[in-house]
Each structure stands twice: as C-alpha cells, then as structure tokens.
C-alpha cells in the first residue's frame, strides 16, 4: 500500500476538521465481525490540534479519523483514548462497531419468528436514534438467514427495563445465528463526504483463497507457532439455558473422535430457545474439539500474499516444516489482521475448519 494519510472529522456535525494529521502509525487493524483499531503518535505539538472553536482536534468519543491510501479510504474510526507519553500524544481509535456497546435499548422490541438480520437493523436504527449519536451507518449484506427467533410463549424480546446493551446483543446475534460482518468506510461519488456501511455477512463473510499462500521460509516472518488445546479438549458439550430443574433449557451434542468422551458444560441462563443453545454449544464444541492449532502469523510483503490482497473472513493455506510434526498443512481463516510497519503485517487466525456457517 502507498503512504497513508490521515483525516479528522467531526463526529456530531460531519464537518471536516484537519486533511492530514501528523499521525506516526504504530498499528491499524481491521477484525472480523468487530471493531478495528488504530494506535498511533504524535509528534510535539504547541497548540496547533486544535479547531476554530478551540476545542481539541482530536478528541474522544468526538473526532472521527479516517486512513487513506491511494485516494482511498481503508479504514475509519472514533477516537476513544488518548493520552501523553513525554513529548508525544498517544492516541487509540476503534471502528465505528465499538459505538453500540455504550448504548443500551431504550424501547420496548417483541417479535415472534424474526429474522436476526432484522433485529441487527433495528439495533442500529435504534443507536442511531438519538441526539448526537447518528454515525450515518447503514447496514448492507444479506437481508435475511435461515434463523428465526421467538416462539408464542417466548417472543425475541429487547425492553427498556431489561436494559439490554445494544453492541452485546449485536455480538450475541452474530455468534448465535452465526454470520459474519465488517465494516466499510469509502469516499461517496462527490467525494466530499463519507459512506458508513456494517455488512451482514450470511453464511459468512470471506472465501477460500486458493490464490494465496503463506509460507514458511518466503512470506512467514517467523517460525510458526503451533498449538494443542488438551487443557481444553471436550468432545461432549452440555448445554443449560433458563428454567428450573426438570424444566431447564438443556441440549446435547458430541462427536466420536476415537478418544475418551470427556464433557465440558456450557451454561447461559438467558438463553430460553433450543434452537440458540443448539448453536451455542456446537460453536463450543468446535473450539474444544482436539486439534493443532495456529493462532498468530506475522508475515511480510511478498508475490505468494501481496500485503491487503486478502481480507478479515478469508481461508488461506499455511505451509511450514517443523519439528516432530515434518510438513505442515492447514487452512485458516484470517480472523484480524494488522500493518505492523511498511512491509509487515500481523494476522490473527483460526482453524477453517473450526467454523459453522448456515444456521
């Protein structure tokens, strides 16, 4: 990728404040149905971050900062903390999917057989409803999944009085359902102002790069790290939802892996659904179920995986020689990753095959 730059605006109004701050990039982030991240410095400054009303440029939970490459913009996000390191001003931003986690519902939400999907758009419209707290998101992607939420007696519910935290049920719905989102942050057609977009993500965001590789030796900076979870194992999950005794929302599932059954509990009092607690535990049961693992790839630029050629929710195939385990082979599936410098890069992943897609 060129140079970046980096561009301030204001979060409540959308009036443009600064075009290029002096920003030393320490990291940028972007993650898999999830907030990214942006940390960074500043240089010493003697009074110039500030705006005609005297107010901070950068201020948090008030300025916008986006990063453009190319004359484009890759990321956008709301400065949540900063703070000064002697001479330099230290700053933390984080993609606009962290807003709905300081919000709570605020109105009364019932519905018998809804749509996840549906409820993701209301969530939002709901965030967005307020006084000083419209990011200008739309939600995009799939309209609809296989999954529908609550039953005559036991509607999908958010109410004022339970006072549901929006980005938590956001994060719920995602994991439950499951399908994926990310963010996208690009320049409208007059390029004067900025398109905001969640994308829903159903089955899943991403797809199996059969064009890209990672491989020890040419692009893996590092020798990787691979990993067994046996502290973990389970290969029976039991799931107990709401109720009392006899009538306790409880679920099974399990796999014979030619190991000894060892059975791990998975406990959510709120979850009254059989259907939710089903695809709790079988998320469950892909995490615990024994496995090696790769967890963390730095790479550097190279032919086999231009750095930006993938992104957050695509497979691709590690390749490495190890010790004891000889030629190695794994697909995974690329969860966050990071620009750590010019020419490197931090990937966050996880075993292909440990995910659920399709309800």
């Known amino acids: 990728m060129s140079a970046w730059t980096f561009i301030a605006q204001r979060a409540t109004t959308g009036e443009w404040l600064d075009w290029d701050i002096p920003i030393t990039l320490s990291s940028l982030e972007w993650t898999l149905s999830g907030p990214g991240a942006l940390t960074g410095t500043i240089a010493p400054d003697v009074g110039g971050l500030r705006t005609d009303d005297g107010r901070l440029l950068l201020e948090e939970w008030g300025t916008l900062i986006y990063a453009e490459s190319g004359g484009e913009i890759r990321w956008g996000g709301i400065v949540i903390s900063s703070s000064f390191e002697g001479e330099s001003w230290r700053l933390e931003c984080a993609g606009f999917t962290t807003y709905p986690r300081a919000i709570t519902y605020?109105?009364?939400?019932?519905?018998?057989?809804?749509?996840?999907?549906?409820?993701?758009?209301?969530?939002?419209?709901?965030?967005?409803?307020?006084?000083?707290?419209?990011?200008?998101?739309?939600?995009?992607?799939?309209?609809?999944?296989?999954?529908?939420l609550g039953k005559d007696a036991e509607p999908y519910a958010l109410l004022w009085w339970e006072h549901p935290n929006c980005g938590e049920e956001l994060d719920n719905l995602a994991k439950q359902t499951p399908f994926d989102y990310i963010e996208k942050h690009y320049w409208a057609p007059d390029k004067e102002s900025v398109v905001h977009e969640v994308e829903l993500g159903y089955p899943r965001i991403g797809r199996r790069r059969e064009d890209l590789a990672f491989v020890q030796g040419d692009n893996v900076a590092k020798v990787v790290s691979v990993e067994s979870n046996?502290?973990?194992?389970?290969?029976?999950?039991?799931?107990?939802?709401?109720?009392?005794?006899?009538?306790?929302?409880?679920?099974?599932?399990?796999?014979?892996?030619?190991?000894?059954?060892?059975?791990?509990?998975?406990?959510?009092?709120?979850?009254?659904?059989?259907?939710?607690?089903?695809?709790?535990?079988?998320?469950?049961?892909?995490?615990?179920?024994?496995?090696?693992?790769?967890?963390?790839?730095?790479?550097?630029?190279?032919?086999?995986?231009?750095?930006?050629?993938?992104?957050?929710?695509?497979?691709?195939?590690?390749?490495?020689?190890?010790?004891?385990?000889?030629?190695?082979?794994?697909?995974?599936?690329?969860?966050?990753?990071?620009?750590?410098?010019?020419?490197?890069?931090?990937?966050?992943?996880?075993?292909s095959d440990h995910f659920r897609y399709g309800g």
Request: hydrophobic share 40%.
């Open 230 to 351: 046996g502290d973990e194992y389970a290969n029976t999950i039991l799931g107990l939802g709401a109720g009392e005794g006899r009538s306790m929302v409880r679920r099974e599932t399990g796999l014979r892996d030619g190991r000894l059954r060892r059975v791990s509990v998975y406990s959510d009092k709120a979850t009254t659904d059989a259907a939710r607690m089903d695809a709790l535990i079988a998320d469950e049961l892909a995490h615990r179920k024994a496995a090696l693992r790769i967890t963390k790839l730095d790479v550097i630029d190279h032919p086999n995986a231009p750095l930006g050629s993938w992104q957050v929710g695509d497979d691709v195939l590690v390749r490495a020689e190890l010790p004891w385990l000889g030629d190695l082979e794994m697909w995974v599936r690329i969860t966050s990753w990071a620009l750590t410098g010019e020419n490197t890069a931090s990937l966050e992943v996880t075993r």
């Open 106 to 148: 605020e109105g009364e939400y019932s519905k018998i057989g809804v749509d996840p999907a549906e409820v993701v758009r209301e969530l939002w419209r709901h965030v967005q409803s307020f006084p000083d707290s419209d990011l200008r998101v739309i939600v995009t992607g799939s309209t609809s999944t296989s999954v529908r």
